[in-house]
C-alpha cells in the first residue's frame, strides 16, 4: 500500500551542503560584518596600498586577502558588500518571483484575453536587451538600492511569467483540475489550491536562480558604476576598480569575482536541490 | 417524466464549426445506469463533460437543453450552474493517476465537496471520508487518508476517486470509461465495487464506456453513439436480444464472448458504416451544416 520510499528519509545531497553551505556562510558574514571584518572597509591608507594577499611576501598581518589601491581591505570590502548582494537577492528575487508568478499562473491557467494581454507584454519584454534596459531603467530612476532592485524586477519577470505560465497550462488540463471545478470550486480557488502547489517546485528552482541573477546584475550595475554610491562596498564595484590595476594587484579582481561566481553558482545549485526536495512526487 | 438527468437536441461544437454532438436526447432515470457506448471519438465523453460544464475550452455548447433534477442547466448563470452541479452530481474519471492532485494528501481531496458546497464542518466530513474509504474496501483507511497520491496503486486511487464521488450523496454520478487505464484483474473488482455503490446509495449513474461487455453487467438503459450522434437507444434486456439499428447489431457481433473465445470477431462492416455516415450527413445537411 505504502511503498518504500514513503519511509525513506533521503540524506540532504553534497550539492545541497556546498550551496547551503556558502550562503550561510554569506548570511552570517553579511550580518556580523561590522564585528568580524578585519577592518572598516572604507578606510583608505596609502601607506598600505596594493597588499598582497597572506601568503604572498610582503603581506602585512591583518589584510589577509591583500588591499586594493587606495589602501583598503579587500576582506573586509568583500564581507560588507555580502549586506547589499544578499539584500538585492532576497528582495529583488522575491519580488520579482511574485510579481512573474500571480501573472503567469492567470494567463496560463485562465487563458483567454489574459493570457493574451501577458503574453503580448512578455514578447515586447523579451525584444530589449535586459543589460541596457536595465541601464535606461537606473539613468531615469536614478541610482540606489529601491532603484536596482525595480529595475531587476521590472526587467525579469518575464522569466517567471513564461515558465509558470506553462506549467499551470500543462497542470491545468489534468483531471484533478476538472474535478475541483465539478466539485464547485470557484476558479480562484481551484488555481490557487490544485495549480499553485504543483508549480511550486518550479517556482523555488526558479526563485534561487533569480537571486543569483539578482546578485549578477547589481555587479553589472555597479560595474558600469550605476548601483549604489561609492562608499558602500559592491562586488561589481570592486570587481570594476580591480580591472584597472589587475597587472600590479590581481588580488583586488580575483576575490570578489570568486565571490561572485560561488555565490551565483550556490543558488542555482541550491534550486536544483531544493526542487527535487519540493517535489510531492519524488519526496 | 421522472428523469434526474435529460439532455435534449445537444448539439456542441468546435469553435470554428466542425460538430462534435449532433442533437443528442438522453434521459437517465434516478437510481437507473445508463450507458454510453461508442468507438473513441464517438463523443461519449463529451457528453458527460457538457453536463458537468468541464468541456475543453475548444468547444462549445451551441444548442439544446441539459435537464439536471428539473432545472435546466444551459440558463443557469455559470456561478449558480456550479453551484448546482456540484451539489448534484460527481465524476468518477478515466484515469487514476491524473485526477488526485499529486501535491496534496487524500484526506482533503474527499472531504473537499462536503466542506466547500454542503458546508459540513471538517471533523465531520473526515469521518464520513473515513466511512467511505471503509465502503470501498480500502485497508487502514486513516493511514490512506494521510497519504500523498503518488504512494498508492492504480486501484487503490480509483477506489478512493469513488469514494469521493459518492461522498456528498450526488443523485448523478458520471463515470467516464472508469476501468479502462486499469489492468484487467482490477477492472472486474472496480466495476462491481461501482455497480454495489450505486445500488446501495440508490445513484443514478451515466456510464461510458466502449466496452459492450461492461455495459451488460451494469446498465438497465443505453445509448449507442456514433459520431456525436445518438444511434439507438434501448433497454438493456431488448438491447441485446433484438438491436434495431445494423449498427448496433453489428457493434454486438463484433464483441468478443467468454462462452465462445474460438468464435470469429465480424468487423462492423462498410455497408453498415457507409450508412450510418449517411445518416450523419443527412442529419448535417438537415441542421444547415
Redesign the interface.
Known amino acids: 500500500?505504502?511503498?518504500a520510499?514513503?519511509d525513506v528519509k533521503r540524506p540532504i545531497g553534497l550539492r545541497l551542503w556546498l550551496s547551503g553551505g556558502w550562503l550561510i556562510l554569506l548570511v552570517l558574514a553579511a550580518l556580523l560584518a561590522p564585528w568580524i571584518a578585519p577592518q572598516d572597509p572604507l578606510a583608505q591608507d596609502l601607506f598600505t596600498s596594493r597588499l598582497p594577499p597572506f601568503w604572498e611576501a610582503g603581506a602585512e598581518p591583518g589584510y589577509w586577502l591583500g588591499s586594493d589601491s587606495l589602501g583598503r581591505d579587500v576582506l573586509s570590502r568583500i564581507i560588507h558588500g555580502a549586506r547589499l548582494a544578499l539584500i538585492v537577492a532576497l528582495v529583488a528575487g522575491t519580488l520579482t518571483c511574485v510579481i512573474g508568478t500571480a501573472l503567469g499562473l492567470i494567463a496560463g491557467y485562465y487563458?483567454g484575453w489574459p493570457d493574451r494581454i501577458i503574453s503580448r507584454f512578455v514578447d515586447i519584454w523579451m525584444a530589449f536587451p535586459p543589460v541596457l534596459f536595465a541601464i535606461l531603467l537606473i539613468a531615469v530612476l536614478g541610482t540606489g538600492l529601491t532603484s536596482i532592485i525595480i529595475a531587476i524586477v521590472v526587467i525579469d519577470w518575464t522569466r517567471f511569467a513564461r515558465v509558470i505560465r506553462a506549467e499551470a497550462m500543462t497542470q491545468g488540463a489534468?483531471?484533478?483540475v476538472?474535478?475541483?471545478?465539478?466539485?464547485?470550486?470557484?476558479r480562484m480557488g481551484t488555481m490557487l489550491?490544485?495549480i499553485l502547489?504543483?508549480v511550486?517546485p518550479t517556482i523555488i528552482a526558479l526563485l534561487t536562480l533569480e537571486m543569483g541573477i539578482a546578485v549578477i546584475v547589481e555587479a553589472i550595475l555597479s560595474f558600469v558604476n550605476l548601483s549604489i554610491s561609492t562608499d558602500s562596498p559592491t562586488w561589481g564595484g570592486m570587481i570594476s576598480e580591480g580591472r584597472t590595476s589587475v597587472h600590479q594587484a590581481w588580488w583586488v579582481l580575483v576575490f570578489p569575482l570568486i565571490t561572485l561566481f560561488l555565490t551565483v553558482l550556490s543558488f542555482s545549485q541550491l534550486g536544483e536541490g531544493l526542487k527535487d526536495r519540493f517535489d510531492?512526487?519524488l519526496? | 417524466m421522472n428523469a434526474f438527468l435529460e439532455i435534449r437536441n445537444l448539439c456542441v461544437t468546435l469553435k470554428g464549426g466542425a460538430p462534435i454532438l449532433r442533437n443528442v436526447s438522453l434521459s437517465v432515470s434516478a437510481g437507473q445506469v445508463h450507458g454510453l457506448v461508442g468507438e473513441s471519438g464517438a463523443g461519449k465523453s463529451m457528453i458527460g463533460k457538457a453536463v458537468l460544464g468541464t468541456l475543453p475550452r475548444a468547444l462549445a455548447v451551441t444548442r439544446g437543453e441539459i435537464w439536471l433534477d428539473g432545472v435546466d442547466l444551459q440558463t443557469l448563470r455559470p456561478a449558480e450552474r456550479r453551484r448546482r452541479i456540484g451539489a448534484s452530481a460527481a465524476l468518477i474519471p478515466q484515469d487514476p493517476l491524473t485526477a488526485l492532485n499529486p501535491a496534496r494528501r487524500i484526506g482533503p481531496q474527499i472531504t473537499r465537496r462536503l466542506v466547500d458546497i454542503l458546508g459540513w464542518s471538517r471533523a465531520d466530513a473526515e469521518a464520513r471520508a473515513l466511512e467511505l474509504l471503509a465502503e470501498v474496501q480500502i485497508p487502514d483507511p486513516a493511514r490512506v487518508m494521510r497519504s500523498y497520491p503518488h504512494e498508492l496503486s492504480g486501484g487503490m486511487r480509483q477506489r478512493i476517486l469513488i469514494a469521493a464521488a459518492f461522498a456528498a450523496e450526488p443523485k448523478l454520478i458520471i463515470a467516464d470509461e472508469p476501468t479502462t487505464a486499469l489492468d484487467v484483474t482490477v477492472q472486474k473488482q472496480i466495476l462491481r465495487l461501482i455497480a454495489d455503490m450505486q445500488t446501495r446509495h440508490g445513484t443514478a449513474l451515466l456510464f461510458v464506456t466502449h466496452d459492450l461487455g461492461v455495459v451488460s453487467k451494469v446498465c438497465d438503459t443505453l445509448s449507442v453513439l456514433y459520431a456525436g450522434k445518438v444511434v439507438e437507444e434501448a433497454q438493456m434486456r431488448r438491447f441485446f436480444m433484438h438491436p434495431i439499428h445494423p449498427y448496433s447489431a453489428a457493434l454486438l457481433a463484433a464483441t468478443p464472448s467468454y462462452k465462445d473465445p474460438e468464435g470469429s470477431l465480424t468487423p462492423v462492416p462498410q455497408s453498415v458504416i457507409d450508412q450510418v455516415e449517411r445518416e450523419v450527413t443527412d442529419h448535417d445537411r438537415r441542421a444547415g451544416l
Open positions: 500500500m505504502r511503498d520510499r514513503g487563458r489534468m483531471d484533478y476538472a474535478s475541483a471545478q465539478v466539485a464547485g470550486r470557484k489550491t490544485e502547489p504543483n511550486l510531492p512526487v519526496r
